[in-house]
């Protein structure tokens, strides 16, 4: 069974930093693209950051370029982020997600349940 | 970067109706759409991936179409566990791969 499961959110006052983990497990981690995408409470979903199976590859959302920054241990099957200068609209619930190349595109088959980030003085 | 825009925010069905939510890109992005179901306090769930592909174990009631700039996702009879907000994503050519902004189903 697939599970991914996210740990390291909490209360963090501005510009601050914290480190976001997923542990996977179920399936072949080292195969597999990752991403992280956010929820503000009440507000609808944001695509945070892209890694590629190897670590080669990474993308950011502008939202969080040269604060953030995505990483992965293949040998341990966890993903990282971590996240610096944090600012109260980073409040949110991150999550990882598996991602899966099918027909060309791109989509998130599995999801974690989420850690919940508080930015706030 | 490409900006996606649902139709409607919000929508209000009863149990057994047909229902359409429309998604609008930016510029072309082909086939690169995919669809989610979210319902309160869980994570979103993958329902149909490159417009139209359902993913499995998804109820055959789901289905997707469109290319280019506009999308659609119908749910073909309402059941009551299809109550939820439902987000399109856009996967064309490199991240950022953003999202909608979300359209809500309620119970009329």
């Known amino acids: 069974e697939v599970q991914l499961v996210e740990s390291g959110g909490g209360l963090v006052q501005p510009g601050g930093s914290l480190r976001l983990s997923c542990a996977a497990s179920?399936?072949?981690?080292?195969?597999?693209?990752m991403n992280w995408v956010r929820q503000a409470p009440g507000k609808g979903l944001e695509w945070v950051s892209y890694?590629?199976?190897?670590?080669?590859?990474?993308y950011y959302a502008d939202s969080v370029k040269g604060r953030f920054t995505i990483s992965r241990d293949n040998a341990k099957n966890s993903l990282y982020l971590q996240m610096n200068s944090l600012r109260a609209e980073d409040t949110a619930v991150y999550y990882c997600?598996?991602?899966?190349?099918?027909?060309?595109?791109?989509?998130?088959?599995?999801w974690g349940q989420g850690t919940l980030v508080t930015v706030s003085s | 970067d490409i900006q996606m825009t649902q139709s409607p925010s919000s929508l209000s069905a009863s149990v057994g109706d047909r229902v359409t939510i429309t998604c609008r890109a930016s510029?072309?992005?082909?086939?690169?759409l995919n669809w989610y179901q979210q319902k309160p306090g869980k994570a979103p769930k993958l329902l149909i991936y490159?417009?139209?592909s359902l993913q499995s174990g998804v109820p055959s009631r789901f289905s997707g179409s469109g290319s280019g700039t506009d999308f659609t996702l119908t749910i073909s009879s309402l059941q009551p566990e299809d109550f939820a907000t439902y987000y399109c994503?856009?996967?064309?050519?490199?991240?950022?791969?953003?999202f909608g902004q979300g359209t809500k189903l309620e119970i009329k």
């Open positions: 179920g399936f072949t981690f080292s195969s597999y693209e």
């Open positions: 994503q856009q996967s064309y050519s490199t991240p950022p791969y953003s």
């Open positions: 490159a417009a139209s």
């Open positions: 510029q072309s992005i082909s086939s690169y």
């Open positions: 890694i590629s199976s190897s670590g080669s590859t990474i």
């Open positions: 997600a598996r991602v899966i190349a099918v027909a060309g595109t791109e989509s998130a088959d599995y």
